[in-house]
């Protein structure tokens, strides 16, 4: 089983940046969709981002798209997530997540993830 740990969440105010980290351990990360997800408070968790196992393919939130960016690093077992012109209703615990796939693709179902973090906080600021 892959473990996963989430890093770099924060309070910054509206305009602002983060990077947030996912780093993995327990198996190599090569065959694993990657997916970002969030949760707000009293809202169902949502899906932010998602990357093919090679970084070749990634899909996007509309709420997300064209601020946000997702990569990966393979050999160092990293997921990232560069959030750019940060809003206040971007706030929410975001959580990374895995799901084994021999299959070369993106996933925004979160059903299909079976590894997931316990998630970072963000905040935004108005």
């Known amino acids: 089983q892959v473990q996963l740990v989430e890093s770099g969440g924060g309070l910054v105010q509206t305009g602002g940046s983060l990077r947030l980290s996912c780093a993995a351990s327990?198996?190599?990360?090569?065959?694993?969709?990657m997916g970002w997800f969030r949760q707000a408070p009293g809202k169902a968790r949502e899906f932010v981002a998602t990357?093919?196992?090679?970084?070749?393919?990634?899909t996007y939130a509309d709420s997300v798209k064209g601020r946000f960016t997702i990569s990966r690093e393979n050999a160092a077992n990293m997921g990232y997530l560069q959030m750019n012109s940060l809003k206040p209703e971007d706030t929410a615990v975001y959580y990374c997540?895995?799901?084994?796939?021999?299959?070369?693709?993106?996933?925004?179902?979160?059903?299909?993830?079976?590894?997931w973090g316990h998630g970072t906080q963000v905040t935004v600021s108005s």
């Open positions: 997540a895995l799901c084994p796939s021999r299959m070369e693709g993106t996933y925004s179902n979160s059903g299909v993830y079976t590894s």
């Open positions: 327990g198996r190599t990360l090569e065959s694993y969709v």
């Open positions: 990357i093919s196992q090679s970084g070749r393919d990634t």
